[in-house]
């Protein structure tokens, strides 16, 4: 019984096929995760706690918010505050942030001071070179000694 001879030219043409399909299979994957996965803050996870001043003093916080940003993924850079207004209506001042809260990865601490102490807060913030997004979070009294 005789072996089929393959020419050289079969194999050439076989592999001039095929490369172009390996080609776009092996980087399809890569670019359809790199799109998927815009950084975010997770609302959700996210809060903040009232400091109602002289009260909270002893923690170092005067009358604001202590703010806790989830970001996700949690591999994703620290958001970067841009605005932050209280339910109130009043913007508020960023003064420490963020820190990197120990044990909950891709969860960041801000310390913002500002006028009467809302429920909620509006902040506008990015991420990377991501756009400026909006977000709100909702906030609870009581901030010394909070932990997230």
């Known amino acids: 019984m005789s072996t089929p001879q393959i020419s050289r030219r079969s194999v050439a043409k076989g592999i001039a096929w095929t490369a172009p ?17 815009i950084p975010s803050i997770d609302e959700g996870r996210s809060h903040g706690t009232r400091c109602q001043g002289a009260s909270q003093e002893p923690a170092g916080y005067n009358k604001g918010y202590r703010v806790f ?7 994703a850079p620290a958001p970067v505050l841009v605005s932050v207004v209280n339910g109130s209506g009043e913007t508020q001042t960023v ?21 009467s102490s809302a429920t909620w807060l ?23 000694g909070y932990e997230y």
């Open 95 to 115: 003064v420490r942030g963020p820190l990197a809260v120990s044990g909950e990865p891709g969860v960041y601490e801000y310390v913002v001071e500002g006028g």
């Open 69 to 75: 940003l989830a970001v996700e993924p949690a591999t």
């Open 122 to 144: 509006d902040i506008t913030y990015t991420i990377g070179d991501g756009p400026v997004t909006a977000a709100r979070i909702q906030t609870s009294p009581h901030c010394a």
């Open 21 to 37: 399909a390996i080609t776009i299979a092996a980087t399809a994957p890569s670019l359809a995760a790199s799109e998927s996965e």
